[in-house]
């Protein structure tokens, strides 16, 4: 199986984190009295499913929390070995 290319990957990770930041921006602004440290887990899966919506991929219309873990997980692990911090790069 052929390794996708960086590009496409980055690409991908950075909608995902888009789609989760926006509707977090939205909750938050809909809800002005709820906490700024907690978002109920279904505003996310939400936007990961509107993500995948109509995109032909095997995720459409099947993402679950188990997905929604993943792919959250993905989006760190991807941007922590992409990214070195600058005081690490002289190590």
Request: aromatic residues 8%.
């Amino acid at each position: 199986m052929a390794k996708p290319s960086s590009k496409k990957v980055s690409a991908h990770h950075l909608l995902n984190w888009l789609e989760l930041m926006n509707s977090l921006r939205m909750y938050y602004q809909t809800s002005p009295g709820v906490a700024l440290n907690r978002c109920p887990t279904n505003i996310f899966l939400n936007a990961i499913r509107k993500a995948f919506q109509s995109t032909g991929e095997i995720e459409d219309g099947t993402i679950e929390l188990e997905d929604l873990i993943v792919i959250i997980a993905s989006c760190i692990d991807h941007v922590s070995t992409t990214y070195t911090p600058r005081y690490m790069a002289d190590m």
